[in-house]
């Protein structure tokens, strides 16, 4: 039997952060369904929770994975296998069927693991695994209600609307992880030449890929756009399982807000965790703390008591790291690029695609579809929905989304009445939401924007004149009016930015190429200058 300290051999010390993204299915990122003791011999993962639905009643979910007789329970290898399988299936734009094509050799790259004949073993052993693991699911996945339409549509409006004609569904469902899984090995023929047993090189043959099937209820949650980015790159140079497991649920339940807090016993529950005492489950945690602190994820994790008295029990709080979702990554391709090979390429500011586009995906919308809206929607419709769908996941007392992603695809194509927004520029709270600020609706004659004086009053005459009136609105009218006042002499300005993504607009089309023709006309110099941390 191949160890897995073999296969991991090849490994260096410390593990280099690639640049991988992968959308993944929100049930499996919250819900335990691999072991994270290599030695453990659990034959189930059995967590329960109650929930209150929509109309207040309680439900109680339950969520059971079995191992199938013989292998056991998926484990920390078969956790990483499942994240590299969501990477392909991410690069290769989301197959509606549920199909993933890979080679071992690919799978390995992604894991780092030997590409050899021990890593192929390993992973061809990890595949089994999770098709063989069987989920029993209660009241965990919903059902939307069918859309019917609406009332006609009214002047101005570019199509009816549509509503949902009944209350979410809540399922009960038994599934596979992965319900196919067909590894191609390519055989060598055989013949004899000469009495000597020789190979032939069959070169008619075209090369095939093995193929892996998401179960059912997966796939219908990627259709229903259930579903989340996670930073694959930043997961596999994590060291310990429990800190990957720990950042894929935290990463999923914080929905962008800056720090979150669980009861111990549910967080240990939640993550699968074995244990007989609480404190078995903070020691389990320390070390997966730390190394989510090195790697600048967590700003910083503690144990603190419940509400409740002395013996209500522990929590456990975290605070994230705002900048760590402002990192580069590699962005996919449009989900109609059928290419087994990874198809990305990096944020930067040559990229040419639409604002409001890098908007819509960096909230979940797939690319294609964020295409779609932008194309076939006006800006400011787009814009009021989408701070609206922001706004609505800072609230505290609001009831959370369940697929945001989903709710503000549909809140622009059905034209879903909001409040229009403020013309007050401020930084996101949510990181996801970094792209784009709260929008400012089209300035009127009515409603007229302050102006600022002296030398930044001839600049903004200029810019006015080269972006569009929501741009200048948005973005430029803020910063040019906050800056301090200087004499229409001068001709070298120093413009204060107040946030880490003004600072990031102000360095990217339309507004560089806008003002680098304006300080060129005016004869000045423009120094932009970031005034936070972030």
Known sequence: MTSLGDAFASRPTEKTEASLLAIVEMNLEEYPAFRLGRRSKRPELRYVRARADAEGRTIEQLWVVRGA????????????????????????????????????????????????GRGYELIQQGLHRLAGASVHSEHSFYRPGSLISGRRPASGERRPSVQRGGPAERLSLDFHILEEVRVYERSTP??????????????????????????????????????????????????????????????????????FEIGLRALGDVLGLEYRYPSDIKNGLIDAHQELRERAYLTGAHFAPLAGGPNAGAKVVYAFNATFDRRTKKRLSSPSTASTAPVAETLDESRADPPLQLALEAFGVSAKRAAALVKQFPEEHIAARLEYVRARGNDEKAAPLRNPAGYLARAIEDGFSVKEPTPVLKQSMNP???????????????????????????????????????????????????????????????????????????????????????????????????????
Do not use: C
């Not at 690069?91 to 390995?108: C, V």
């Not at 009127?444 to 002296?454: H, Q, Y």
């Not at 006042?485 to 003004?502: H, K, Y």
């Open 69 to 116: 007789e013989g292998i056991g329970l998926p484990g920390p290898f078969e956790q990483d296998l499942y994240v590299a399988l969501l990477v392909l299936f991410t690069e290769q734009g989301l197959p509606a069927d549920g199909r993933i094509r890979f080679t071992r050799n690919r799978i390995a790259q992604i894991m780092d693991i030997s590409n050899s």
């Open 190 to 259: 055989l013949f004899v030449e000469d009495g000597v047993l020789a190979e032939r090189v069959d070169r008619a043959r075209p090369f095939e890929l093995s193929v892996a099937r998401l179960g059912l209820p997966l796939v219908q949650s990627y259709e229903r756009r259930y579903t989340k980015s996670l930073d694959a790159g930043f997961y596999f140079a994590l060291k310990s399982p429990l800190a990957k497991r720990l950042y894929r649920y935290v990463d999923k339940v914080r929905n962008g807000r800056g720090s």
């Open 432 to 534: 996801a939401l970094r792209i784009m600020p709260a929008p400012v609706p089209e300035p009127t004659a009515d409603v007229p924007i302050a102006e600022p004086a002296g030398a930044w009053g001839q600049l903004a005459e200029r810019l006015r004149a080269k972006l569009s009136g929501a741009t200048y609105a948005a973005f430029v009218a803020p910063a040019l009016l906050a800056a301090p006042t200087v004499p229409a002499e001068t001709r070298s300005l120093t413009l204060p930015l107040l946030s880490a993504f003004a600072y990031e607009k102000w360095h990217r089309a339309p507004i560089k190429k806008a003002l680098a023709e304006a300080a060129g006309e005016l004869g000045i110099s423009v120094i932009l200058e970031a005034t936070t941390g972030t």
